[in-house]
Each structure stands twice: as C-alpha cells, then as structure tokens.
C-alpha cells in the first residue's frame, strides 16, 4: 500500500512539473509571438521618408540624402494594427529637423503618432570665400563652388550662377555663408535719364543705337528707353551701358 501511495506520488509529481514545464514552454512562446508580431514603426517611418526626401528635392539638384528618424515614446501602447501609414504631418517639411507621422488606417483602434526625422541634403552649392560689404556688386572671385548640406537652413539655395553673378548684397556676406534666396537683388545700374546704347536683336543681324533711359536699369528686368528718333520702347537690362530689345 505504502509502493503504491509513493508511485501515486511520485506520479503526481510528475505530472505537475510536466505541467509547469508547458504553462513555462506557452508563456516564452506567446513573449516571442508577441515580440515578432510588434510592428517596426522606426522602420516605417524610415523607408518613407528616405522616399519622400528624394521625391522632394529640387529639379536637377543632384542631392545625396542622409535621413534619420527616432523611436516611439516609450509610454505609448498602440492597439494592433492591420495597416500602417506614414505620411508627413501638415506644416512639417522633410528637410532639416521635422517628424514623421504614422496613424492605423485598418485597426479595431484607430491612432496617430509621431516621430523626430532629420533631413540632411549634401550636393554642391556656391560659398562664400571672403567678406563681401552690403551693397556690393557679387563676381565669381567672392565665391567657390563646395559640397555643403543644403537642409542647414529651409531658404532656398542659389545654385544656378545667373541667380547671384552681378546681383548686389542684401547684407554683409561673410567667409563660408551658402548662398541663399533673400542674400542677393538685382543690382541697379543706371537712373533714369542715363544714356545708354541700345541693341536691336534680330535673325541674323544686330543693330545699336543711343537712346535715354526712362526708368532705373536693374540687370535682368525691363526698362524704358526714349530713341534718338523720340521713339519709346522697352528692352532688358545687360549692363550699367547696354539695353537689348528683340525684333
């Protein structure tokens, strides 16, 4: 009687580690489910906005992306999803520091959240070499053409020299500045009253004549000309001297 209480036991015994050896088996297992199924939100945000940075840069620009996102606070606990979108939030810009949104679009609860993104644009743009005073005229002696991050500042570069070459200083430039927009203007070259030559453009042939300008000359733009004939027509502006007028 007493063997058989021992077996019975010892039996018992048995039974119970089995037991708690598969209730310890499903619990790592299910950690391990859990662990797999959680959504790389990081991941997401990531690729889209590597994407995104591309898909937005500007025409011709050549741009090497650098892009980097965040994590998720710690403190949140999103309810499963069956379809993540990442997109970017209204008023953010994928360039410099910005974020990244993710909301559920196919879940039994819906959310939206954010994380941090940083946007770096290297590509080749004109800089600075010295001091250039406001006011003055820019040559291609007060600049270098480097490699920079364009993303250090949301104002557009300057990358096509026509934008800046003989444009004036809106202020005081100094050694390594990027060009950007808002840092040059057309310059003004003459008043109105100057004498000027004008040259007629045409197929095959050029013409010149004086003429008196009827407004300020800014390279680039129109201006007003009175000809020696007392006619008045309007050309653009090449120099301090010359206005073109095409026929």
């Known amino acids: ?100 949104g993710l909301r559920c679009v196919d879940g ?43 993303a250090e500042e949301t104002s557009p570069v300057l990358i096509d020299q026509a934008l800046w070459l003989g444009q004036t200083a809106t202020r005081q430039l100094t050694t390594g500045m990027v060009l950007r927009q808002g840092m040059v203007k057309p310059s003004l070259v003459f008043q109105a009253g100057a004498q000027v030559r004008v040259v007629a453009q045409g197929a095959g042939f050029e013409i010149s004549s004086d003429a008196q300008a009827m407004s300020a000359g800014i390279i680039g733009q129109m201006t007003r000309v009175r000809m020696d004939n007392g006619r008045i027509t309007s050309g653009t502006v090449l120099d301090s001297h010359t206005v073109k007028i095409d026929i």
Not at 27 to 45: F, N
Not at 118 to 132: D, E, I, M, P
Not at 134 to 144: C, F, K, M, R
């Open 1 to 100: 009687m007493l063997r058989c209480q021992n077996l019975f036991s010892r039996s018992g015994a048995a039974l119970a580690l089995s037991a708690s050896a598969l209730l310890s088996a499903f619990s790592v297992h299910a950690q391990v489910a859990t662990q797999v199924s959680e959504p790389d939100y990081r991941g997401i945000a990531l690729a889209w906005a590597k994407g995104a940075a591309v898909d937005s840069s500007p025409p011709g620009s050549k741009l090497r992306f650098e892009v980097s996102v965040g994590a998720l606070d710690g403190r949140l606990h999103l309810a499963p999803c069956g379809n993540i979108e990442a997109y970017l939030p209204n008023g953010a810009r994928l360039w410099g520091n910005s974020h990244v």
């Open 108 to 150: 039994v609860g819906r959310w939206n959240v954010s994380v941090p993104a940083s946007v770096k644009a290297f590509g080749q743009a004109w800089v600075v070499r010295g001091q250039v005073a406001q006011g003055s005229v820019l040559t291609e002696a007060d600049v270098v053409a480097v490699e920079v991050n364009w």
